[in-house]
Nanobody, 125 residues
């Protein structure tokens, strides 16, 4: 049974940092690409970052390039998202997601087949 459990969300000030983690189980983690998505109230679910099975190739939404870093530890079945220079518009529920493939195209929702419950990130002064 696939399980994805996010942690690390909370309240941050503009310009601050948070690090999100996703603990994965129930599948061979190292065989699959992974991603982070977010959804703010009244908005569509939005791609944030993706990473291929090896961790060598990463991809980011334009809105977070240069500020967020996605990484994975295949030995620990863990996916991470380091978020720096946070802005109020980063406020959203953040989801960890498992891709269907080792080397997905990252952005489409249809590339992913399992999702975590989400962790709330709030950026406010």
């Amino acid at each position: 049974q696939v399980q994805l459990v996010e942690s690390g969300g909370g309240l941050a000030q503009p310009g601050g940092s948070l690090r999100l983690s996703c603990a994965a189980s129930g599948f061979t983690f190292s065989n699959y690409a992974m991603g982070w998505f977010r959804q703010a109230p009244g908005k569509e679910r939005e791609f944030v970052a993706g990473i291929r099975w090896s961790g060598v190739s990463t991809y980011y939404a334009d809105s977070v390039k240069g500020r967020f870093t996605i990484s994975r530890d295949n030995a620990k079945n863990t996916l991470s998202l380091q978020m720096n220079s946070l802005k109020p518009e980063d406020t959203a529920l953040y989801y960890c997601a498992k891709a269907k493939y080792a080397n997905g195209s990252f952005r489409p929702l249809s590339d992913y087949d399992y999702w975590g419950q989400g962790t709330q990130v709030t950026v406010s002064s």
